[in-house]
């Protein structure tokens, strides 16, 4: 690997200067992207292998990361399971049957990944040829509480509440629900790996809508599954958008990697999670819009934070799709021309 930055981090090795890449770095805020979306549908961009490589290698050529992310959505593994989920211009994900009751759980299986996903190990096997060893791929899927939420809720929300609703009023069934997204999600990320991924990150973008002990019970007894089914075979990073107050628990779980939004400080997230695990984020998505000298000292202000050393330098959230192309040049600069310790 030219640049295995982002694998050293994780490992725990020293670095030269903290790996940097961006959550949703392929996507809206480039132009380029903008064309093949205005060509072809979003699940036609997932499904065509030739279509995903291009745009997993677009922030690659364009901004510099350190890192690819593969090109798909989190949603592909309801639409394994059997559910139909169509994704809304303008409005997001809608899934017209989602699952309220025990007959609906009839409708959906743990189905075998390479009947229905193979489309994605084709995508990363190309992606690997066309990257040729530039920097590592990062493979990834939602966590199951995340998943659940949009099979259960069918289109997204602030709040989720019938997703919890249906955690608090049917455990059995959110339980059989969870568990069977987990074995699909294991499989899938096997499967992932073997095709060429070298590291994969869990999204549990809608974990801190739980509190602490439902966290546990819902959600991280789920990723656990999954950290200690991959562990072995590539570095796991579990990004758990608000959960901060169960950073010590994820680092348990064997991870490599912990993401954190711009809620937390750095130094208590560091004491939270031990020194023994590397922490990805955190700046704030909507930063991006300040003019770039302000940006850029912001930027530093995190590197120092963090210093360089088990860091990996994100944002804390997804980029924006209003963000200027040369704002997202200008974080990913800064961090390679940072001269802190
Ligand atoms: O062009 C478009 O309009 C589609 C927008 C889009 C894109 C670019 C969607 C629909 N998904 C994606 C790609 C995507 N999704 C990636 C690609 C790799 C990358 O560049 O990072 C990844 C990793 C995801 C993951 C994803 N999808 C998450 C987890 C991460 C996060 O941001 O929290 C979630 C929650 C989704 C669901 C989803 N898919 C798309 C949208 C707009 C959403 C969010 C809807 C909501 O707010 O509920």
């Not at 050293?8 to 380029?32: C, D, F, H, I, N």
């Not at 992606?127 to 998943?147: M, S």
Request: aromatic share 8%; with cysteine.
């Amino acid at each position: 690997m030219k640049n295995d930055l982002l694998l050293k981090a994780l490992r725990g090795e020293v670095t030269s200067r903290p790996p940097v890449w961006m959550m949703r770095q392929a996507g809206r805020y480039l132009p380029e992207y903008m064309v093949l979306r205005e060509k072809y549908g979003f699940f036609e961009r997932c499904q065509t292998p030739e279509l995903a490589c291009e745009i997993t290698l677009q922030p690659v050529d364009i901004i510099g990361v350190d890192a690819a992310i593969l090109f798909s959505d989190i949603l592909v593994v309801p639409q394994a399971m059997g559910l139909e989920v169509q994704l809304v211009e303008s409005k997001g994900p809608f899934l017209p049957e989602p699952i309220k009751t025990g007959n609906d759980l009839e409708r959906i299986r743990v189905p075998d990944v390479h009947e229905t996903l193979q489309y994605v190990f084709d995508a990363i096997t190309l992606i690997k040829k066309e990257l040729n060893r530039r920097v590592p791929l990062i493979g990834f899927a939602g966590a199951p509480w995340t998943i659940l939420c949009y099979m259960v809720q069918g289109k997204g929300s602030k709040t989720f509440d019938e997703a919890k609703a249906f955690c608090y009023t049917q455990p059995v069934l959110a339980h059989r629900l969870l568990q069977m997204i987990t074995d699909t999600t294991i499989a899938y990320l096997k499967a992932q790996v073997k095709a060429g991924a070298d590291t994969v990150q869990v999204f549990d973008s809608w974990g801190g809508l739980l509190g602490p002990e439902d966290f546990e019970n819902i959600s991280l007894k789920y990723i656990r599954q999954i950290v200690h089914a991959l562990k072995e075979e590539v570095p796991v990073i579990i990004f758990a958008k608000g959960a901060w107050y169960a950073l010590k628990e994820m680092a348990a779980t064997g991870a490599s990697g912990l993401g954190i939004d711009w809620c937390i400080k750095p130094g208590l997230a560091r004491s939270m999670a031990g020194n023994n695990i590397t922490l990805q984020g955190n700046f704030d998505p909507a930063k991006l819009l300040s003019p770039i000298p302000e940006l850029k000292k912001e930027v530093n202000k995190m590197l120092n934070a963090f210093g360089n050393g088990r860091y990996i330098a994100n944002l804390g959230h997804g980029i924006l799709p209003n963000v200027p192309v040369d704002h997202a040049r200008a974080f990913v600069d800064t961090v390679k021309e940072w001269e802190g310790t």
